[in-house]
């Protein structure tokens, strides 16, 4: 049977631009008609299955400063009795599973599939502005990642600047996307960094529909998770609502 991108997404609690996206990619099994997508269920089903929530999210900014303390960081955009509460809650963290971290995570940034001319695409990786993230940046840093094909490439760019890039460069949104542009949700966490941290990356990894990109991204975080708690005393207050 065949459902439309939209009944797809709603059942996957995604956007209908990431449904599109995950059809070019080849994560999910579709056909194109014309302009119109036509989704596999049964493949909506399996992928449902896969991307279950069951960990308690947190809000954009409270993700973004799990990520930016397992990074290193200090979340600076919280005041101190919110990091207080992020650091307490990390500490409690016990070896999350892929589908607890994806939940944590959620809502953290916005994904953008755009197309360029390859020229431009490749030029974007010049501006300061563009951080380069996906999996094959996760590749290149030895995560536990063989990438089987050439991805897409992934950059990480303020939406306060996309305007004037998108413009310089001609990149267009586009359902036949070369180019995943990714926009942090209430807070750019990037201040201080000259490259997108592996927390960040790994987080990234999570929503992908390949397993093995999923399971490098968990493998990822717990590491990172652990290297934090050996090194970061747990604070006392609780919660991180």
């Known amino acids: ?17 990431r449904v599109r996206q ?5 994560d999910l099994n579709g056909r194109r008609v014309g302009h119109v997508w036509l989704v596999d269920s049964g493949d909506v089903a399996r992928l449902h299955g896969h991307r279950r929530r069951s960990g308690r999210p947190v809000g954009p900014k409270r993700a973004w400063a799990i990520v930016d303390l397992l990074s290193g960081g200090s979340a600076p955009w919280l005041s101190y009795s919110e990091r207080s509460q992020v650091r307490s809650y990390v500490a409690r963290l016990n070896e999350p599973s892929a589908d607890e971290w994806r939940s944590i995570l959620r809502g953290r940034s916005k994904s953008r599939p755009v197309r360029g001319h390859p020229a431009a695409v490749a030029r974007l990786g010049e501006f300061d502005q563009a951080l380069t993230a ?5 590749v290149r840093r030895g995560f536990d990642l063989v990438a089987v094909a050439e991805p897409r490439p992934e950059y990480y760019i303020q939406l306060s600047e996309w305007a004037s ?3 310089s460069l001609a990149l267009q949104p586009s359902r036949d996307a070369n180019l995943i542009v990714r926009h942090p949700v209430m807070v750019w966490p990037f201040d201080g960094r000259d ?24 493998v990822r975080l717990n590491e990172l998770l652990r290297s934090a708690g050996r090194h970061e005393p747990a604070a ?6």
């Open 22 to 26: 995950l059809l070019v990619a080849g």
């Open 134 to 138: 996906g999996p094959a940046e996760a």
């Open 165 to 167: 890039i998108s413009e």
């Open 195 to 218: 490259a997108v941290p592996d927390a960040a990356i790994a987080a990234d990894l999570l929503d992908s529909a390949e397993p093995r990109a999923v399971r490098a991204g968990q």
């Open 1 to 17: 049977m065949e459902i439309a991108v939209k009944d797809a997404a709603h059942r996957l609690g995604l956007s209908e631009s």
């Open 236 to 241: 006392t207050t609780s919660g991180c609502g």
